[in-house]
Nanobody, 121 residues
């Protein structure tokens, strides 16, 4: 079992910045991918950014100029720095980790509880 603990959400004015952090714990053998998704009211969940083992970060095309993901999959943690936030960035942001953990030899997607980000004046 893997637990993902998120922090850093909140309310900010347009143009502001926030940083989200996520740390995974549990009997983790390896994390293949770890990153952030978001879901706005009435919309489908979408990938924001993720790190993968051995590869470059992946970003949603519309966000890569304002959002930066960093972290260490070996340390089971990622950070998402968000700048120049817009009202349309308002959403629940959820941490995701694709990991091999526990007794199963197969990777599984684990999710955090989600943290609210609200951008409003």
């Amino acid at each position: 079992q893997v637990q993902l603990v998120e922090s850093g959400g909140g309310s900010v004015q347009p143009g502001g910045s926030l940083r989200l952090s996520c740390t995974a714990s549990g009997t983790i053998y390896t994390i293949n991918r770890m990153g952030w998704y978001r879901q706005a009211p009435g919309k489908e969940r979408e990938l924001v950014a993720e790190l993968s083992s051995g590869g470059s970060p992946t970003y949603a095309d519309s966000l890569k100029d304002r959002f930066t993901i960093s972290g260490d999959l070996g340390a089971h943690s990622v950070l998402l720095q968000m700048i120049s936030l817009k009202p349309e960035d308002t959403a629940v942001y959820s941490c995701n980790a694709n990991a091999v953990a526990g007794v199963s030899p197969f990777p599984y997607d684990y999710w955090g509880q989600g943290t609210q980000v609200t951008v409003s004046s």
